[in-house]
């Protein structure tokens, strides 16, 4: 099987295609002078299995994917894989008029299969044209947590929506989790609510699927550092950090960002490429 890793996923698809013993395909990544994106894979594509490895974190590479996709129209089968999958959070028409722009997106994924990691809603694996898995990279995020070695840790969700990861993050590792109350403002102002936490001198790891804006973890530092805690790290799958995230964190007194590779950043020092090994090799 060759493995081709598009421009946002190269250290991903490489760290994949080493755990299946082999190198990745080598591509050009470029522009035309108009700005448009070029693209080559530089290996002749034919009657082989191939698969795809790139996050969409932005429009460039959704439009990178698509020309991945059709520069294999000659593959024998293709696995699509992506890693972190832009506009998944517009799963839903929240107001009349919008569009489902996670459907929109996974519409146009033209293959034979498509695996997802830590997707933020299933719901869109039904919106491929084929059929789609999301892996869960929970399992990794925990047994790195319990390689700290932090005494008797509290992992906590920033919200009801994250309760379920902080769930699977802990299991079988005797953590105690508990979740936050958020309201979401606008698109980077939250307001987070205590439950009945007790966080006293208490080491917390706040867990969610992936940090945008750092509204909402910024939030829940601050009140988990006004109640006592002594110290509080934060774990996601998606470090997409836009704009000036890492800055509010820090400025908020977050002790360590840990975050996996389905986004590449200096933060992502946990690898999925186990994981998705392991899901190509459950196709051989
Ligand atoms: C939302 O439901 C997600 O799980 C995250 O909580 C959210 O995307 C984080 O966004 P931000 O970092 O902009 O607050």
Redesign the pocket.
């Known amino acids: 099987m060759k493995i081709v890793g598009g421009p946002a996923s190269q250290l991903l698809a490489s760290r994949t295609a080493r755990a299946l013993g082999t190198e990745p395909v080598l591509c050009e990544f470029n522009r035309f002078p108009d700005g448009e994106l070029y693209l080559r894979i530089a290996d002749e594509i034919k009657n082989e299995s191939v698969t795809l490895i790139q996050s969409t974190p932005t429009d460039s590479d959704f439009v990178s994917l698509l020309q991945l996709i059709d520069a294999c129209n000659e593959a024998k089968e293709l696995n699509v894989v992506i890693p972190y999958m832009g506009y998944s959070?517009q799963d839903k028409r929240f107001k009349p008029g919008e569009p489902i722009s996670a459907r929109a997106a996974a519409r146009c994924i033209n293959a034979d299969r498509v695996f997802t990691v830590n997707i933020?809603e299933k719901s869109v694996l039904g919106y491929f044209p084929c059929p789609a898995k999301n892996l869960d990279a929970a399992k990794l995020l925990g047994e790195y947590i319990a390689g700290f070695g932090l005494e008797s840790p509290i992992l906590v969700a920033?919200?009801e929506?994250?309760e379920g990861l902080v769930k699977k993050v802990s299991s079988g590792l005797g953590f105690d989790y508990d979740h936050l109350q958020?309201t979401?403002l606008s698109?980077?102002t939250?307001t987070i609510k205590t439950k009945n936490i007790d966080v006293t001198g208490r080491h917390v790891v706040l867990v969610?699927?992936?940090?945008?804006?750092?509204?909402?973890?910024?939030e829940s530092i601050k009140m988990l550092k006004d109640q006592g805690a002594v110290d509080v790290y934060l774990a996601c799958v998606h470090p997409?950090l836009?704009r000036n995230?890492v800055l509010r964190l820090f400025n908020a007194g977050v002790k360590d960002i840990i975050a996996t590779d389905t986004l590449e950043k200096s933060e992502s020092i946990l690898s999925v490429a186990p994981l998705i090994a392991d899901a190509l090799k459950d196709l051989q």
Not at 208 to 218: E, R
């Open positions: 959070r933020h920033p919200d929506g994250a958020k979401r698109g980077d939250v969610d699927d992936m940090i945008a804006t750092g509204g909402t973890m910024t997409v836009a995230a």
